[in-house]
């Protein structure tokens, strides 16, 4: 498909339909959202260099903003100002801050843009990151508070030198087969997992054993570690969390980019077939019907046990997960705990 095609069917799309929003007209044009969001360069989008790790240690300039990154499932929002940059490791890049709090695998990302979305409502300003396959990774959005001058500035510094309106666009390696469980070290598996001492170390665990995720918690060590839940669980579990007042973390990511709310959340609500979080600072939209599979997980650590809710889709991605708040050297909060408990019964 061409690009000015490409162009013109979006164009009658959005005559059909204003609200359509881009990702839902990449689909239905069976492309993806880059590819579509690149055929308005020179208009309101403008082409930027891949210099992402130097843009990217700049974006505290722009001061409070709305960071987003979602996977097809879940959208994870949270307003605040990029602090704390560390892009001294090869392998991830992190920003750690109260508000703002990601871990990056900037090796995934390949493509960026500045944009200008126009509405009855004004300008909307971004800067968009792409993947190697045109899906979204990262979003940083100005919010009436942030400094349109820096954006500005940060745009005219990196716009790339080429600009145009089409993107070249990979398809990624599908995710491996899952081993047959007669195929894996049980026994090491599950002495393995009793003998952690950090939840990080989880990762490198599964990929010692050659085990997927969803397969590690159906070969956990007991019920104990790993419990299937319904789904509808989630709900009675942010809703528990809200009344209580218990302060939470909030993973989303793909695989470019995991962002991270920690803090209460006050207000969660339904439409359609997402459950959301609305907060002034802070929104997440879950679609539920897309859930297949739901967890409670329990690591040891050197703090105590860690307990998590992980959601997964049909592939067995992760799509969220949710724990109490805590932070290295301090034992998981008692009120979570207790919140957990209270749905796995």
Same mark, same amino acid.
């Given at each position: 498909?061409?690009?000015?095609?490409?162009?013109?069917?979006?164009?009658?799309?959005?005559?059909?339909?204003?609200?359509?929003?881009?990702?839902?007209?990449?689909?239905?044009?069976?492309?993806?959202?880059?590819?579509?969001?690149?055929?308005?360069?020179?208009?309101?989008?403008?082409?930027?260099?891949?210099?992402?790790?130097?843009?990217?240690?700049?974006?505290?300039?722009?001061?409070?903003?709305?960071?987003?990154?979602?996977?097809?499932?879940?959208?994870?929002?949270?307003?605040?100002?990029?602090?704390?940059? /560390?892009?001294?490791?090869?392998?991830?890049?992190?920003?750690?801050?109260?508000?703002?709090?990601?871990?990056?695998?900037?090796?995934?990302?390949?493509?960026?843009?500045?944009?200008?979305?126009?509405?009855?409502?004004?300008?909307?300003?971004?800067?968009?990151?792409?993947?190697?396959?045109?899906?979204?990774?990262?979003?940083?959005?100005?919010?009436?508070?942030?400094?349109?001058?820096?954006?500005?500035?940060?745009?005219?510094?990196?716009?790339?030198?080429?600009?145009?309106?089409?993107?070249?666009?990979? +398809?990624?390696?599908?995710?491996?087969? +899952?081993?047959? /469980?007669?195929?894996?070290?049980?026994?090491?598996?599950?002495?393995?997992?009793? /003998?952690?001492?950090?939840?990080?170390?989880?990762?490198?665990?599964?990929?010692?054993?050659?085990?997927?995720?969803?397969?590690?918690?159906?070969?956990?060590?007991?019920?104990?570690?790993?419990?299937?839940?319904?789904?509808?669980?989630?709900?009675?579990?942010?809703?528990?969390?809200?009344?209580?007042?218990?302060?939470?973390?909030?993973?989303?990511?793909?695989?470019?980019?995991?962002?991270?709310?920690?803090?209460?959340?006050?207000?969660?609500?339904?439409?359609?077939?997402?459950?959301?979080?609305?907060?002034?600072?802070?929104?997440?939209?879950?679609?539920?019907?897309?859930?297949?599979?739901?967890?409670?997980?329990?690591?040891?650590?050197? /703090?105590?046990?860690?307990?998590?809710?992980?959601?997964?889709? +049909?592939?067995?991605?992760?799509?969220?997960?949710?724990?109490?708040?805590?932070?290295?050297?301090?034992?998981?909060?008692?009120?979570?705990?207790?919140?957990?408990?209270?749905?796995?019964?």
């Amino acid at each position: 498909m061409n690009t000015l095609t490409l162009k013109e069917q979006w164009n009658a799309l959005k005559e059909e339909n204003p609200r359509l929003r881009i990702r839902n007209a990449a689909k239905t044009l069976n492309v993806s959202e880059g590819e579509l969001l690149s055929t308005q360069v020179g208009t309101t989008v403008t082409r930027l260099n891949n210099e992402f790790a130097a843009l990217l240690q700049e974006v505290e300039t722009l001061g409070k903003v709305m960071a987003l990154t979602r996977n097809e499932e879940c959208v994870h929002e949270r307003k605040g100002t990029y602090l704390n940059a /560390d892009f001294s490791s090869p392998h991830a890049q992190l920003f750690v801050g109260e508000d703002i709090d990601m871990r990056i695998f900037i090796t995934h990302w390949k493509f960026a843009f500045a944009v200008t979305e126009i509405s009855e409502h004004g300008n909307r300003k971004s800067i968009q990151f792409f993947g190697k396959d045109g899906e979204a990774i990262h979003k940083i959005y100005l919010v009436p508070q942030s400094n349109e001058a820096a954006f500005d500035l940060l745009v005219t510094k990196y716009t790339a030198t080429e600009q145009p309106p089409f993107m070249d666009v990979e +398809e990624l390696k599908e995710t491996p087969t +899952e081993k047959h /469980d007669a195929e894996i070290d049980i026994v090491g598996f599950q002495q393995a997992w009793l /003998d952690l001492k950090d939840t990080h170390d989880f990762f490198m665990m599964l990929r010692k054993f050659g085990v997927t995720r969803t397969q590690a918690l159906r070969l956990a060590p007991s019920s104990y570690h790993a419990t299937p839940i319904g789904k509808d669980k989630i709900v009675e579990l942010l809703e528990a969390a809200a009344k209580r007042e218990t302060p939470i973390m909030v993973f989303t990511g793909n695989r470019g980019n995991i962002q991270i709310h920690t803090g209460e959340i006050k207000r969660t609500m339904w439409h359609e077939q997402w459950f959301n979080i609305l907060d002034p600072n802070f929104n997440m939209h879950l679609d539920m019907s897309k859930i297949a599979q739901t967890w409670i997980v329990r690591k040891p650590t050197e /703090d105590g046990i860690v307990t998590a809710v992980e959601v997964f889709n +049909e592939k067995g991605e992760i799509i969220v997960q949710f724990f109490g708040k805590r932070k290295p050297g301090i034992p998981e909060l008692e009120a979570w705990q207790e919140i957990v408990h209270g749905v796995e019964v």
